[in-house]
């Protein structure tokens, strides 16, 4: 990705603001609750949702940007969301043993989900997801991409609004 100006930066985000302004939350949320995702985390994007910054006069949506890309890059991953998805049903299974469900659901639930997310980016890649370290090489990357246009896009326009 090529470094972005100042000018740039305040631009797309200027345009990212402009994009998400009209999103509702309720049509987030039916989304993300039929592929799967469970209501806790579902709940906790609400509260994302709602972070504004208010910059020079200007009120900024940073929580529906951030929202609505991590949902876009869902969308573009198909099989990275139904891998999470089946490591939070498996976090849920375990939380079920008596006795020892309670300990081993927090721990279960993490791994089962990390691994679902890896072999589901390898599978959205077209490869066989026989090799775990290049799977999750290959879901770190796609993450970082996706926020590194808005990380560049926000420090740019705060270094153009302090100028």
Do not use: C, H
Request: hydrophobic letters at 55%.
């Amino acid at each position: 990705m090529a470094a972005l100006t100042k000018e740039r930066g305040m631009f797309e985000l200027t345009l990212l603001n402009a994009e998400v302004s009209q999103a509702q939350m309720d049509d987030v949320l039916i989304y993300g609750l039929n592929r799967g995702i469970p209501p806790e985390i579902m709940t906790r994007l609400e509260s994302l949702w709602r972070v504004t910054k208010t910059i020079a006069g200007e009120a900024v949506s940073i929580g529906k940007i951030v929202v609505l890309k991590i949902f876009e890059f869902m969308k573009a991953n198909p099989n990275l969301a139904i891998g999470l998805a089946l490591g939070a049903a498996v976090g849920v299974l375990v939380a079920m043993i008596p006795l020892l469900g309670a300990l081993l659901a927090p721990l279960a639930t993490a791994i089962s989900m990390v691994y679902g997310a890896i072999v589901g980016a390898s599978q959205d890649a077209g490869e066989a997801p026989s090799d775990l370290f290049s799977g999750a090489m290959q879901l770190a990357r796609k993450f970082l991409e996706l926020f590194q246009g808005i990380i560049l896009a926000v420090k740019d326009y705060l270094a153009m609004v302090e100028v």
